[in-house]
């Protein structure tokens, strides 16, 4: 006689990690909120913890430093927008790719205000602790545009003109956030465009 086949046990649900990884999630949105408004210097673990909501010491559970914060914080950005312009750039036809990862990314700017705040304001400052961070989020995303534009201009180096795309868009998705936010997605994309006709 064999012996019956054991049923499988449920997968548990680990509560603690779960717990830790919303910790994580809401001291990262915390510090990119306040960094965004008031500087970096200017905002302390304190201020993050009770933007946050949690206790200074689970702060300093899940994070060494402020800076380390920040660091997360801009990995999970370039992760996300990486990911973003790249599902814009392969539903394209090959003519409108550069169109649509100029859309993707000011529909992401819109998206994440605060990150984009902060890329903006720290991506010129070289002695931030994290600008390695800042400088892979930026290369990565201009490198995307530099593929496209290469495609187009073989032979050309084309790493300012990527690099020119990628800022004027930037600042165009700041533009909208800060001084013109009753302007639709459409309508900024539509001057936007102006900008890249013909690349």
């Known amino acids: 006689m064999t012996s019956p086949t054991p049923r499988p046990t449920p997968a548990r ?4 990690a779960a717990r830790r990884a919303g910790t994580r999630a809401a001291v990262i949105d915390a510090a990119v909120r306040l960094v965004a408004r008031q500087g970096f210097s200017a905002t302390s673990v ?8 949690v206790a200074k010491g689970s702060v300093y559970y899940n994070f060494g430093s402020k800076s380390e914060i920040l660091e997360a914080a801009l990995a999970e950005g370039t992760e996300r927008l990486s990911t973003t312009l790249a599902t814009a750039r392969d539903a394209a036809r090959a003519d409108e790719r550069i169109d649509a990862m100029v859309r ?21 400052r070289a002695e931030r602790e994290w600008q390695q961070s800042i400088a892979t989020l930026r290369a990565e995303t201009i490198s995307m545009f530099a593929a496209e534009l290469a495609e187009r201009r073989p032979g050309e180096d084309v790493s300012l003109l990527a690099a020119a795309v990628f800022g004027a868009t930037l600042v165009a998705g700041l533009e909208w956030l800060v001084f013109q936010p009753g302007r639709t997605l459409d309508d900024v994309h539509a001057s936007v465009r102006g900008l890249t006709v013909g690349l």
């Open 104 to 124: 993707a990314l000011l529909q992401s700017v819109h998206t994440y205000p605060d990150l984009a705040k902060l890329v903006a304001a720290e991506v010129f």
């Open 13 to 16: 649900t680990d509560g603690h």
């Open 46 to 53: 304190d201020d993050i913890a009770a933007e946050a909501g």
